[in-house]
């Protein structure tokens, strides 16, 4: 068998799942997966990336660049609708790749989906505890002592989500439904008081006439400007493009959903529902949201004033004089962050999990509690989120999410037309329409998109792969336990 990739058939990922010590609860309905989809989209784009992009890049028409988002972010949910229903098992992507390109490719997605939502988790960290401070009107969670500051918010937030995630994936299911109805609460008070405040003039023009942007300089600049020597374009239809790829990441989450496969109770069924679901609970209210915000001023009003101070969804309402609508947001933003960042600590966990059955990385981590939770995993992230949280700058590094949830995307999508030639006798409890046309017009999707993030953000993803093949060479590749299957059936 030398010289072979190594496969995990779909039947022994399955069979994988009933082994005791590593064997997770089936607790959950289609319904808590939308309750975790909506949790993790809805975070705090809704409120601030939505005004900075209409004001800096596309104008009024930015409801059609978040149509153009939800669109690439569809494409890519059909497919792992697919995915996820022939092969229930927690590892999404990483799952996925597994029984379709082989081990080293598997590896290397999950370990960027490690990156992915660990640095995201961070972020979002960060920006909760910047959000507290608003809320209960003081200079946020951070203590100075002397040059170094430490983020107790971020800490706290942490602490709090990761406890949560390993008492029971049912009880978090639970917590983010109760918030999550907060939030979204507040999304459809701002839609429906900031309707009366819509001024049909604002509108026009809908998309208004490009005038040049500077894309950077040198490794700053986006990987297409680099390629094509082209400059970039705010307004015009190039900035509503432009745009898509901005709000694209607003998106980002939805994935999630298919990391939990395993712990739901009719996986086949429930999580196509749930990530179709939420996808389309989300689009709905980001529209909404932003056509009214586009309605309430004009653009000119959200562009990006001096000192690099970006507006916001609490501008508008402030512009129109509801100045008590800016706590209100703020409430809403604070409630969004925490199970955004309870989402990203759990599917985090579900991907190290797998990895970790698998024996790619110490197989001791992936033991369950008396919870059915993976509890070693659960304190292992916590420790790493929190600690890069609340101690290290880590603003300059969140294009690395997007880099990594692209790639991800690229990969499940092609994964279905392989599997499709492949596997056809498999069963699918959902199957993607247009096959292979739609995985290729998602797979085009995504790349476009990876060609607007900037030269840096490649050459530290370059970087991240390398440090992470090396990683693969010298333990994984040695005690994986499909490796062992293989050479047992070799002697």
């Known amino acids: 068998m030398a010289g072979r990739r190594r496969m995990k058939s779909v039947e022994q990922s399955i069979a994988d799942t009933d082994e005791p010590s590593t064997r997770l609860r089936k607790d959950l309905t289609w319904r808590d997966l ?34 153009i988002a939800a669109g690439t972010c569809a494409l890519a949910a059909l497919c792992y609708a697919e995915f996820a229903s022939t092969l229930p098992v927690a590892g999404s992507a990483y799952t996925f790749s597994y029984a379709t390109f082989g081990e080293f490719l598997a590896w290397v997605i999950g370990w960027n989906l490690l990156l992915e939502l660990a640095v995201a988790a961070a972020v979002v960290a960060k920006g909760w505890s910047s959000y507290l401070g608003a809320v209960l009107r003081f200079g946020g969670g951070i203590a100075h002592l002397g040059s170094f500051n430490f983020d107790w918010g971020a800490l706290l937030i942490v602490s709090v989500v990761a406890s949560l995630c390993a008492w029971g994936t049912k009880l978090s299911s639970r917590f983010s439904a109760v918030v999550t109805a907060i939030k979204v609460s507040v999304v459809i008070l701002v839609v429906i008081v900031g309707a009366f405040y819509i001024k049909p003039a604002n509108y026009s023009p809908l998309i208004p006439e490009p005038k040049s942007g500077h894309g950077g300089y040198g490794a700053h600049q986006s990987m297409l400007s680099l390629l094509s020597g082209a400059h970039g374009s705010n307004y015009g239809w190039f900035g509503v493009l432009a745009g898509a790829s901005i709000v694209f990441f ?50 000119s009003g959200l562009k990006t004033g001096p000192g690099g101070h970006s507006a916001n969804l609490a501008t508008a309402f402030e512009a129109n004089g509801v100045h008590w609508a800016s ?48 509890v070693r995993i659960t304190a292992l992230v916590a420790v790493v989120v929190a600690a890069t949280a609340s101690v290290f700058p880590i603003v300059k590094l969140e294009e690395m999410v997007n880099v990594g949830t692209l790639f991800a995307f690229i990969l499940v999508s092609a994964g279905v037309i392989v599997l499709r ?17 739609l995985p290729i017009a998602s797979i085009c999707a995504c790349v476009w998109l990876m060609l607007n993030l900037t030269v840096l953000t490649w050459v530290r993803f370059a970087v991240w792969l390398l440090v992470g093949t090396a990683i693969y060479l010298g333990y994984g590749r040695r005690h994986s336990v499909q490796g062992r299957r293989e050479a047992a059936v070799v002697k």
Not at 291 to 298: I, R
Not at 421 to 437: C, I, N
């Open 34 to 67: 939308v309750v975790f989809g909506v949790s993790v989209v809805i975070g705090a784009g809704i409120f601030t990336v939505t005004a900075s992009t209409a004001g800096d890049i596309t104008g009024p028409a930015i409801w059609i660049s978040f149509l």
């Open 250 to 299: 607003a998106f980002i989450g939805f994935d999630i959903v298919a990391t939990m496969a395993e712990e739901t109770k009719r996986p086949q069924r429930d999580i196509p529902r749930g990530i179709l679901a939420s996808l389309g609970v989300v689009t709905v209210l980001y529209v909404a949201v932003s056509v009214v915000l586009v309605g309430m001023v004009p653009y």
């Open 327 to 374: 706590g209100i947001i703020s409430v809403g933003a604070l409630a969004g962050l925490t199970t955004v960042i309870m989402v990203l600590v759990l599917g985090q966990c579900r991907v190290l999990f797998a990895m970790a059955r698998d024996g790619l990385l110490p197989r001791q981590l992936a033991k369950t509690g008396s919870r059915g939770t993976p």
């Open 421 to 437: 030639r492949t596997r056809p006798d498999l069963q699918r409890g959902f199957r993607a329409p247009w096959v292979p046309l």
